[in-house]
């Protein structure tokens, strides 16, 4: 995964001003795709089932080509690569500008071009090999997932006072999803390159599921062993600990549990005192990029002036955002 210097550099300043400005809204798009005139531009939009994050994004996409005036036609979620490649078929005989896709499998993404042949695909939340990417051509918009296991692994580290050893809990999404790999090893490199002997006392998946982490956590406990602190890769799970714990009367206040989203129920838990910490996650910053992105292609053939563009062309990162009880008000 390839994430240019200079690119970096904004995205961290970035994140510096979200950090310290109100952000209002759920899910603030990262820049105003009203602005960018669309007109004329065909868009289709294929995903995989959906889940509350990616109905979102779907959503958002929808709603920014519509203020973009981009056509923008949703095909039904996919329950199979094999769907998917129908739809991708079908959108290329009839003549769309781009195709915005989600694929069910990263890995079919060069499949999913062979077929696109000279339409462009933007792809989104589940990120495709660097391998399968061609800039101006076969892109991938969404979030640097390594910022985001960063940021959850150096607030856990500050929070319990910068310990030189931790206990930690790890439940990770579905196995084998590129934004599960990346946070799971962004996490493990942050306490490696600090010098913190981290040991892993539980390392689970729970396929990004409230329930499952809910019942992981508990079979967890079983074990009777010490933890310092339950490390999740989205909000969902995290959720699934604090219910765990409430319902066992663990107090969540001594415990740091961290997500990643800050969906509303996520923020929510942080204001209540359950979650202590999550990154925010713009689904509207994403879907507005994915527009902005389909319009340059369709109408300039290259993405080279679109907001957070990398140098090689490949890439669109929307920040990620800390956010703790200081802020976690301020996104709902």
């Known amino acids: 995964m390839k994430k240019c210097i200079s690119t970096r550099l904004i995205s ?34 294929s995903t995989l089932t959906l889940d509350d994050f990616k109905e979102l994004i779907m959503n958002s996409v929808a709603e920014a080509g519509a203020k973009s005036e981009v056509t923008v036609d949703l095909g039904a979620p996919c329950a199979s690569v094999d769907e998917q490649v129908v739809q991708i078929r079908d959108a290329v005989s009839k003549g769309y500008d781009a195709i915005i896709c989600n694929p069910v499998d990263a890995d ?17 939340n589940t990120q495709p090999s660097e391998d399968h990417l061609k800039p101006d051509k076969y892109i991938y918009v969404g979030s640097y997932e390594i910022d985001a296991g960063t940021m959850q692994a150096e607030y856990v580290w500050k929070t319990l006072g910068n310990p030189k050893s931790l206990n930690v809990v790890l439940f ?3 196995p084998g999803h590129p934004a599960a790999i990346s946070r799971t090893k962004s996490v493990k490199n942050f306490f490696k390159k600090n010098g913190v002997d981290a040991n892993y006392v539980f390392n689970d998946t729970a396929y990004w599921d409230t329930q499952k982490a809910a ?11 010490d933890y310092d602190c339950v490390i999740c890769n989205n909000d969902s799970m995290a959720l699934g600990v604090v219910q765990a714990m409430n319902e066992l009367g663990i107090d969540t206040s001594k415990v740091p549990v961290v997500g990643i989203d800050a969906t509303v ?3 929510q838990s942080i204001l209540d005192g359950g979650m202590q910490f999550t990154v925010y996650q713009s689904a509207t910053g994403q879907g507005a990029a994915c527009i902005e992105a389909a319009v340059a292609l369709a109408k300039k053939g290259t993405i080279k002036d679109v907001e957070y563009v990398t140098n090689d062309k490949m890439y669109v990162w929307v920040p990620f955002v800390p956010v703790d009880k200081s802020n976690a008000g301020s996104i709902q």
Request: proline residues 1%; charged residues 15%.
């Open 265 to 267: 129920d996520g923020c």
């Open 12 to 45: 961290i300043l970035a994140v510096c001003i979200l950090t310290i400005t109100t952000i209002t809204g759920c899910g603030k798009a990262s820049s105003d795709s009203g602005s960018i005139d669309g007109s004329g531009v065909k868009v289709f939009f």
């Open 108 to 124: 079919t993404a060069l499949q999913l071009e062979v077929i696109a042949g000279d339409t462009p695909i933007i792809f989104t």
């Open 215 to 225: 019942d992981g956590f508990k079979t967890f406990l079983k074990t009777q062993q």
């Open 172 to 174: 990770q999404g579905q």
